[in-house]
């Protein structure tokens, strides 16, 4: 079976720092391109970063420079580094696997979600 099990939300002040981690299984990891999306209140899914089986890294513009995307394939399990949080970055942040470079591609398979909420 294929899954994808996210974790390490939470809720955290604005300026602190997360670590999601999303642990896979039932396909070949070190193939699949991985993504990390997120959903806010009452908006669509938003991409937020790649990155590929041979390592080619993307963020969009609203997280560069504050987030870090990173892969072990080792462990099948993908991570993203969230500092400098903002109230603007709380949502429900999902992990998508495919094997090609699109994450709302229709073999795109997706976790169930983790809450990061941003709040003082």
């Known amino acids: 079976e294929v899954q994808l099990v996210e974790s390490g939300g939470g809720l955290v002040q604005p300026g602190g720092s997360l670590r999601l981690s999303c642990v896979a299984s039932g396909f070949t990891f070190s193939i699949y391109w991985m993504f990390w999306v997120r959903q806010a209140p009452g908006k669509g899914l938003e991409w937020v970063s790649s990155i590929g089986p041979a390592g080619g890294i993307g963020y969009a513009d609203s997280v560069k420079g504050r987030f870090t995307i990173s892969r072990d394939n080792a462990k099948n399990t993908a991570y993203l580094q969230m500092n400098s949080l903002k109230p603007e970055d709380t949502a429900v942040y999902y992990c998508?696997?495919?094997?090609?470079?699109?994450?709302?591609?229709?073999?795109?398979?997706r976790g169930q979600g983790t809450q990061v909420t941003v709040s003082s």
């Open positions: 998508v696997g495919n094997y090609g470079g699109n994450w709302n591609g229709p073999q795109a398979v």
